[in-house]
């Protein structure tokens, strides 16, 4: 009999040993800086073939844009967008983002930072910064909040 329990408890302890050795169960994945940037340069590129609402694609239904007289919903960032920075489904200028970093928020959520630049179309270049919050929904990682300077 004390032979068997000390071969259960050899058992136990191998089990263990093991399972303690596999690491830590992998939690939800936070996204990449590599991730949401590409994600990010991909709206670029949506915005230099003219295509808006792929530009606006990984924004969230709910999302909301920053302006001088307070935040807009996604429908009116959208509109703005295609009155200020195109003449029918061109825009005036390529977009590209410089400076991107990506920091995460917790569990599910991420802050984006980073400069646009507007450049060609015979215009001046026009540059600013960027704030952007993600969030992990249903449908995938989503802005849920853009400010741009």
């Known amino acids: 009999m004390?032979?068997?329990n000390r071969v259960r408890v050899w058992a136990v302890l191998a089990l263990l040993a093991t399972i303690a050795m596999s690491g830590p169960?992998?939690?939800p994945r936070q996204p990449s800086d590599d991730d949401l940037a590409g994600r990010l340069h991909a709206t670029a590129a949506a915005w230099n073939t003219g295509d808006l609402d792929a530009f606006v694609a990984p924004y969230a239904e709910t999302a909301t844009y920053m302006t001088p007289a307070g935040p807009i919903g996604k429908a009116a960032m959208l509109t703005r967008y295609r009155a200020r920075y195109f003449?029918?489904?061109r825009p005036d200028q390529q977009l590209r983002f410089e400076d991107?970093?990506?920091r995460p928020l917790g569990e599910g959520h991420a802050l984006m930072t980073g400069r646009y630049v507007l450049t060609g179309g015979g215009k001046?270049?026009?540059t600013g910064r960027f704030t952007?919050?993600?969030a992990k929904l249903a449908e995938g990682w989503r802005i849920?909040?853009?400010h741009s300077s």
Do not use: R, Y
Request: proline share 5%; net charge negative; hydrophobic share 55%.
């Open 124 to 126: 001046p270049e026009l």
């Open 25 to 27: 169960i992998a939690a």
């Open 100 to 102: 991107v970093v990506v």
């Open 2 to 4: 004390f032979e068997k």
């Open 132 to 134: 952007l919050v993600w």
């Open 144 to 146: 849920l909040h853009d």
């Open 87 to 89: 003449t029918g489904s």
